[in-house]
């Protein structure tokens, strides 16, 4: 079974940067599916930040967040970053990492096992 393991938040003021931290571990020695990093704040539907379908190596970023946000990964174990720059207050939320499968790109991605959250603060 796939478990995932988030951290890294904390409080940044604005134009800070973080970089948050998601570990995939599971019975093959490398994770080839989807990662995708959520965000849910209060009062708010969860939605998708950013992704990754590692097999096809392509990528996904919201709009709200493109050019701000990127995500890297360890080559040598199995642990994704998602380092955000210039962060903005309603960027304050939970954020969860997600594992998940596709065949086809990253947008066919779906999450099936989901990280606790690591929370993020964005304030002055």
């Known amino acids: 079974q796939v478990h995932v393991t988030e951290s890294g938040g904390g409080s940044v003021q604005p134009g800070g940067s973080l970089k948050l931290s998601c570990s995939v571990s599971?019975?093959?020695?490398?994770?080839?599916?989807?990662v995708g990093w959520f965000r849910q704040a209060p009062g708010k539907e969860r939605e998708l930040v950013a992704s990754?379908?590692?097999?096809?190596?392509?990528?996904y970023y919201d709009d709200s967040v493109k050019d701000r946000f990127h995500i890297s990964q360890d080559k040598y174990v199995d642990t994704l970053y998602l380092q955000m720059d210039n962060l903005k207050s309603e960027d304050t939320s939970t954020y969860i990492c997600?594992?998940?499968?596709?065949?086809?790109?990253?947008?066919?991605?779906?999450?099936?096992?989901w990280g606790q959250g690591t929370l993020v603060t964005v304030s002055s």
């Open positions: 990754i379908w590692i097999g096809g190596g392509s990528f």
């Open positions: 997600a594992a998940g499968d596709s065949h086809w790109s990253v947008q066919e991605c779906k999450f099936d096992t």
């Open positions: 599971g019975p093959s020695l490398m994770f080839r599916g989807c």
